[in-house]
């Protein structure tokens, strides 16, 4: 059984900075693509960004690109998401995820486990 819990969500005003960690359970986690996902009010939950197994390949969504950055220690089984220069459209609950099949996948479908979420709110 996979397990992943998120911290590290709040309130920031516009301009400021979190950092979202993402704790996963179990032996294989260095074996696991990891990304984080965000999903508004009203709106379809999306990509932000992905992680591949080693560390050394990422993926980000246009929007959050230059400002966001994910990283992960495979040692601690842990994954980040590392927010600079937010804005109230960043406002929404990230979910982050794992992915056993690929090395790497900006997909929602191929994600097989998901963290409960932590709320981000961004004021402006």
């Known amino acids: 059984q996979v397990q992943l819990v998120e911290s590290g969500g709040g309130l920031v005003q516009a301009g400021g900075s979190l950092r979202l960690s993402c704790a996963v359970s179990?032996?294989?986690?260095?074996?696991?693509?990891m990304g984080w996902f965000r999903q508004a009010p009203g709106k379809e939950r999306e990509f932000v960004a992905a992680?591949?197994?080693?560390?050394?390949?990422?993926y980000y969504a246009d929007s959050v690109k230059g400002r966001f950055t994910i990283s992960r220690d495979n040692a601690k089984k842990t994954v980040y998401l590392q927010m600079n220069a937010l804005k109230s459209e960043d406002t929404a609950v990230y979910y982050c995820?794992?992915?056993?099949?690929?090395?790497?996948?900006?997909?929602?479908?191929?994600?097989?486990?998901w963290g409960q979420g932590t709320q981000v709110t961004v004021s402006s």
């Open positions: 179990g032996r294989t986690f260095s074996s696991y693509a």
């Open positions: 995820a794992a992915d056993p099949n690929k090395s790497i996948s900006a997909k929602l479908r191929e994600y097989n486990y």
């Open positions: 992680i591949s197994r080693s560390g050394g390949t990422t």
